[in-house]
């Protein structure tokens, strides 16, 4: 059982969750101005780790085919045989009762608002085949985060009023996630290319998507910056996190920069942008709780 547990956990990539969780709990601290309750705490982490479980086994799911053509990812769970097709579905099933139960015991709005995201992470993986939009529909995807979180305090979301800095955050989260999926996407290029994939690199070459990717990257900083400097005044903890931030961009697109193979691909897509998320949740949270 304890080695069937780890497949799983390693079919979903369940490390992936610090991607989006950090901003969970940032929209949370934000709504609360300090610390929240212990109950929200955990709803929020059983929410967003259901519908993230969810979401990569949708991905693999609907990507198993083109997983087993593809020599990076052939030896992948589903092409493999390691899980089966009904095991991938009961998965998912199960990681999305347990994220609409936990939507339903936060609050009517999160829960009203809860088929939304099941909804934009199962599109996902087929807009790969038509557009390249499909990075920024990912970053839709985790850009829901910080409204989210904001929605479990406050049961309400007003654009124009007392929520536009989680609304701006989500925002900006979009260019994050898009840029480092054109990062992500660099390996597959040659493979995207002979299949028709619709990927950034594929479609734009190399060269350009590493452009792009920064670009994005520029942008998220930029809305970041814009959006706690106009509504949230931050405090030196906030802007230590800021200068980090931008430190970790740089760095992320200088390891790109020197090369696109796996190892360096690791580095830039999930080492760094997980002590990206993670950086910018604990700053805020010292500025917001001292």
Partial sequence: MIKKLRMIMDFVKIEHTLFALPFA???????????????????????????????????????REIDALNPRTANRHLPRGLITLGEAYAIAGISLAVYFVSAYL????????????????????????FTTLSHYFLGLNLGFAPMAGWIVIKNSFDIFGDAKLPFLIGIAVIFWVAGFDIIYALQDYDFDRKHGLYSFPARYGLRAA??????NHLIFYGILVFSFTHFYKPGVFLKIGLVIIFLLILAQHYVVYRGEDEKRIQIAFYNINAALSSSLFIFTFLDVVL
């Fill in 106 to 129: 936060i609050n009517d709005l999160a829960f009203k608002l809860s088929p939304i995201p099941a909804i934009t992470t199962y599109i996902y993986p087929y807009l790969k085949r």
């Fill in 25 to 63: 709990y940032l929209g949370a601290f934000l709504a609360k101005e300090g610390l929240i309750d212990l109950k929200s705490a955990i709803l929020i982490a059983t929410a967003f780790t259901g519908l993230r479980t969810a979401a990569m086994t949708f991905n693999r799911i609907i990507d």
């Fill in 210 to 215: 590493k452009i792009a990717a920064f670009v």
